[in-house]
């Protein structure tokens, strides 16, 4: 794993120190201009937090606007390599805890996910883990079960890479399940509890995959050719 050097440290935490300094400022100045003074420290906690996360989305996408995070290796001593310690100290430090907590509800989980980055189509949820939002793509009706997690980001030594991952209409994730860099899932496919899905494997229309290192067990068989059609006219 690389280190963090000190410059980008103290890049990030001038960052911090102001969306702290600005979320505290507005969650104070709002509280003082309510009347209800036996609820004015639980509603400035509240609203502490909220702007704790909204000033910590609105600098992240920019950061990410002004220094994007290219797909693939990520050179060492590069501006990428910037970028993405800048990423990951943000997600640290403002969008794990909410990440991985599962503090929020699952249709609220998805809005997140959208500020994050994530593109993901009518329908779709996930009570999962999305690393790395901004490598993923799901369709429609896709449904990723409670602790799987969608990891776009290869960490190998001193190696960093970052591969993304595709999930199609209808895919159903398993609980507990792992999918990690270049992985692209088709329509109707099945991944199996606990399975992990290694980078770079494309999963075909309506197969099912289970194990570890996830391999095809069978196919569904419910799929026929009138069946497909008119699902994809439904949409």
């Known amino acids: ?25 507005f969650a104070n100045y709002i509280t003082h201009l309510t009347n ?23 600098f992240y996408r920019l950061n990410l606007l002004w220094h994007p995070i290219p797909i693939g290796e990520i050179p060492p001593h590069s501006k990428a390599e910037h970028s993405y310690h800048l990423h990951l100290l943000y997600h640290i430090l403002f969008f794990h805890p909410i990440m991985r907590s599962h503090i929020l509800p ?74 990690l860099g270049g992985v692209i899932i088709d329509d109707y496919a099945i991944v199996s509890a606990n399975a992990v899905v290694i980078k770079g494997t494309h999963i075909q229309k309506g197969e099912i995959w289970g194990g570890v290192p996830a391999k095809l067990i069978s196919k569904r068989q419910d799929l026929g050719p009138d069946l497909s059609s008119i699902a994809r006219n439904a949409i």
């Open 1 to 25: 794993m690389r280190k963090i050097s000190i410059p980008q440290i103290l890049f990030f935490f001038s960052q911090f120190s102001f969306i702290l300094l600005t979320s505290t400022f």
């Open 106 to 179: 699952v249709p609220i989980m998805k809005l997140y996910y959208i500020c994050l980055g994530v593109k993901i189509g009518a329908n779709s949820f996930s009570s999962g883990v999305i690393f790395d939002s901004l490598f993923v793509k799901i369709g429609h009706n896709t449904l990723i079960g409670h602790q799987a997690a969608l990891i776009p980001h290869a960490i190998e030594g001193e190696f960093l890479a970052h591969y993304p991952i595709t999930l199609g209409d209808h895919v159903t994730i398993g609980t507990g399940a792992k999918i």
């Open 36 to 58: 209800f003074a036996n609820l004015q420290p639980l509603l400035g906690l509240f609203l502490l937090l909220l702007f704790y996360q909204f000033f910590g989305l609105v």
